[in-house]
């Protein structure tokens, strides 16, 4: 780990994500139709509510009362009901295959990054695109580079790109996510109406 995450650039759910390799699982799984600094300060609104944003914990919570705790304002996603069952989802995977440690996904048995690809791409909620991002943002910001990460996590890898949410150190390298990610929606969209 860095010890420098900027993800949400609110120190406090930032240090969560430093700290708790699963809380950053977890804000990597909300990552989608919300902006990211909101979806990876997602796990400290979950940790605010139980204490803890622990594999176990989560799993084991009863499913109707983590939906309504995932819907409590502010809610930890615009659809907090689908992304609390795939949230305890996500929570029982790492319980069944890592003990509830997260970090053995990309510990155990010394895993390649090709691997630690394969093993994130079980994951609910997780394809091959966010795998990636993941890898990507292990690698560059939290410490774990397995060999060959980079070229398992492709050109979210890279250095020097402003690609996604790996590439994202403080506020102006956030605008620079967005920018190049405004800009691969406008030009998904031109392919599509051509």
Partial sequence: MTGNLCLTQDPASDALLESNPFALLVGMMLDQQIPMEVAFAGPKKIADRIGDVDARVIADYNPDEFTALCSETPAIHRFPGSMSTRLQALAQAIV???????????????????????????????????????????????????????????????????????????????????AYKKKMKAAAKAAKQA
């Fill in 96 to 178: 069944d295959e890592y003990d509830g440690d997260v970090s053995r996904l990309w510990t155990e048995g010394d895993p390649d990054g090709a691997e630690v690809l394969r093993r994130l791409k079980r994951l609910p909620g997780f394809g091959d695109q966010k795998a990636r991002i993941f890898l990507a943002l292990l690698g560059k910001q939290y410490g774990v580079t397995p060999k060959g990460w980079r070229a398992a996590a492709g050109d979210y890898g890279k250095a020097g790109t402003h690609m996604s949410v790996a590439d994202v150190v403080d506020a102006d390298s956030l605008q620079e996510v967005r």
